[in-house]
């Protein structure tokens, strides 16, 4: 596919350079227009490094080939980004000062804007408007991501994730021009990890939870257009680019955190393995051996359940006027016994905590924990039969994801 990326003078320019890697690992062929302000923040050479292509801003370079014509023409799919405010309004107004604003407006195939800006400016009436104008001639014009922007502001405004944009533009081309991501728009709490509960400077109770689903989690729910935020307990893996992360240590930072953050989030999902327990005392020094060879004692504490505190919350908040409830995701690591199968004992937590829909997972020392693949089974408190995901951690992450759009998606509200 031949494509023509726009690029827009805005510190998020950056960004592009892995966009265009995804096209050309693909085997797209791309080539990059770059504006002049843009070149301030990326230079011609990285493009013409990256996409094995000259580049050029002019309408005067190579005036023989007509370039404008002809990139507007030939170009299967043009994509902008990061879309500017001054980009979006050139564009709506048709204006044809450069290279790249006159090949789109020869152009003949899908259009695709990927804005970034500060939240004034994105949410500006004029820059409504131009987006509503585009929008209404058929060019897709993707959400921002929300997030910390240039400086120490945050807000809607965001690049989005290169992975996002890839998507999307993919989806543009195979004709699904109403194409939105499943998930554009919506804030999503994710919990990863294990708690730790100290017992004194040096020691703590933990658990084997490496943060690998909840980090797949997220990556997937960010691709699927969310703005993400990372309640990372302790993860043996870094967390991914492109989420506001939250690092927790204990049980009751992890609920301050999830209560705090689920306060505008469209979904949370408790994929932390949160100690249920934590000792009755944490000794400010280090707890020594005795002399006299007694048997230390510790005792422990309930911790609160975050999860059914989230449940009882959202249930109290109800929803706002033509908007659908909270969803809360649950996760159940289960390991069966002589009382009950792994199933029995998920279908009993999905009712005690309430959640809408939860995640049973099947553990052992040697299944899950740590590992990269995943097996288990989705259970919904709307009755719907139970559903198998089964692969690795992304896949199984992508299948939980895509379920969770469905379940926002869907018209009628839930039970
Ligand atoms: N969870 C929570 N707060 C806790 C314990 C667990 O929010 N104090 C959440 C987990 O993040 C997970 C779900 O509850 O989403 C199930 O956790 P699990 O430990 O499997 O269940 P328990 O409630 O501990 O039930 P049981 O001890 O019977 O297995």
């Given at each position: 596919?031949?494509?023509?990326?726009?690029?827009?003078?805005?510190?998020?320019?950056?960004?592009?350079?892995?966009?265009?890697?995804?096209?050309?690992?693909?085997?797209?062929?791309?080539?990059?227009?770059?504006?002049?302000?843009?070149?301030?923040?990326?230079?011609?050479a990285t493009w013409e490094a990256l996409s094995g292509n000259p580049v050029s801003n002019s309408v005067f370079d190579d005036v023989h080939q007509v370039n404008h014509v002809r990139l507007g023409h030939e170009a299967d799919l043009i994509v902008v980004a990061p879309a500017t405010a001054d980009l979006l309004a050139k564009a709506a107004t048709g204006q044809a000062g450069?290279?790249?604003?006159?090949?789109?407006?020869?152009?003949?195939?899908?259009?695709?804007?990927?804005?970034?800006?500060?939240?004034?400016?994105?949410?500006?009436?004029?820059?409504?408007?131009?987006?509503?104008?585009?929008?209404?001639?058929?060019?897709?014009?993707?959400?921002?991501?929300?997030?910390?922007?240039?400086?120490?502001?945050?807000?809607?405004?965001?690049?989005?994730?290169?992975?996002?944009?890839?998507?999307?533009?993919?989806?543009?081309?195979?004709?699904?021009?109403?194409?939105?991501?499943?998930?554009?728009?919506?804030?999503?709490?994710?919990?990863?990890?294990?708690?730790?509960?100290?017992?004194?400077?040096?020691?703590?109770?933990?658990?084997?939870?490496?943060?690998?689903?909840?980090?797949?989690?997220?990556?997937?729910?960010?691709?699927?257009?969310?703005?993400?935020?990372?309640?990372?307990?302790?993860?043996?893996?870094?967390?991914?680019?492109?989420?506001?992360?939250?690092?927790?240590?204990?049980?009751?930072?992890?609920?301050?955190?999830?209560?705090?953050?689920?306060?505008?989030?469209?979904?949370?999902?408790?994929?932390?393995?949160?100690?249920?327990?934590?000792?009755?005392?944490?000794?400010?020094?280090?707890?020594?051996?005795?002399?006299?060879?007694?048997?230390?004692?510790?005792?422990?504490?309930?911790?609160?359940?975050?999860?059914?505190?989230?449940?009882?919350?959202?249930?109290?908040?109800?929803?706002?006027?033509?908007?659908?409830?909270?969803?809360?995701?649950?996760?159940?690591?289960?390991?069966g016994d002589s009382q009950g199968d792994v199933l029995a004992y998920g279908e009993a937590k999905l009712h005690r905590k309430g959640c809408d829909l939860l995640v049973v997972n099947h553990v052992g020392t040697d299944k899950v924990f740590g590992q990269d693949h995943n097996s288990v089974v989705i259970l919904a408190r709307s009755g719907s039969g139970p559903q198998e995901?089964?692969?690795?951690?992304?896949?199984?992450?992508?299948?939980?994801?895509?379920?969770?759009?469905?379940?926002?998606?869907?018209?009628?509200?839930?039970?």
């Amino acid at each position: 596919m031949r494509i023509v990326l726009g690029v827009g003078g805005g510190i998020a320019a950056y960004k592009v350079a892995s966009l265009l890697r995804l096209f050309t690992e693909a085997g797209h062929h791309v080539t990059v227009i770059p504006t002049e302000a843009s070149t301030r923040f990326v230079g011609t050479a990285t493009w013409e490094a990256l996409s094995g292509n000259p580049v050029s801003n002019s309408v005067f370079d190579d005036v023989h080939q007509v370039n404008h014509v002809r990139l507007g023409h030939e170009a299967d799919l043009i994509v902008v980004a990061p879309a500017t405010a001054d980009l979006l309004a050139k564009a709506a107004t048709g204006q044809a000062g450069d290279l790249l604003t006159n090949t789109l407006l020869m152009a003949r195939g899908p259009v695709l804007f990927a804005p970034a800006m500060h939240t004034e400016m994105w949410q500006h009436a004029a820059t409504r408007a131009n987006v509503e104008t585009l929008r209404s001639r058929g060019a897709a014009v993707l959400e921002p991501a929300t997030g910390r922007l240039t400086g120490a502001d945050s807000g809607p405004g965001r690049l989005p994730e290169p992975e996002v944009i890839y998507d999307a533009a993919m989806a543009l081309v195979q004709g699904q021009s109403d194409f939105q991501l499943p998930l554009a728009g919506r804030i999503v709490t994710i919990s990863a990890g294990g708690t730790r509960e100290p017992l004194d400077p040096v020691r703590f109770l933990g658990n084997r939870s490496s943060g690998k689903q909840g980090v797949a989690l997220a990556v997937a729910a960010r691709n699927a257009g969310a703005t993400v935020r990372l309640l990372a307990a302790h993860m043996d893996v870094p967390p991914p680019a492109g989420v506001e992360v939250v690092p927790v240590e204990t049980a009751l930072q992890l609920r301050e955190a999830a209560l705090a953050a689920a306060a505008d989030s469209d979904v949370v999902i408790m994929s932390a393995a949160v100690a249920d327990f934590r000792p009755t005392e944490i000794s400010d020094t280090k707890i020594k051996k005795r002399d006299d060879h007694a048997d230390p004692v510790i005792t422990l504490v309930r911790n609160p359940d975050i999860l059914r505190e989230l449940v009882e919350l959202r249930n109290l908040k109800g929803a706002g006027a033509g908007e659908k409830q909270q969803l809360i995701v649950g996760f159940a690591a289960e390991t069966g016994d002589s009382q009950g199968d792994v199933l029995a004992y998920g279908e009993a937590k999905l009712h005690r905590k309430g959640c809408d829909l939860l995640v049973v997972n099947h553990v052992g020392t040697d299944k899950v924990f740590g590992q990269d693949h995943n097996s288990v089974v989705i259970l919904a408190r709307s009755g719907s039969g139970p559903q198998e995901a089964t692969g690795t951690k992304t896949e199984v992450s992508a299948a939980i994801i895509s379920r969770i759009g469905l379940e926002l998606n869907s018209v009628s509200p839930r039970a």
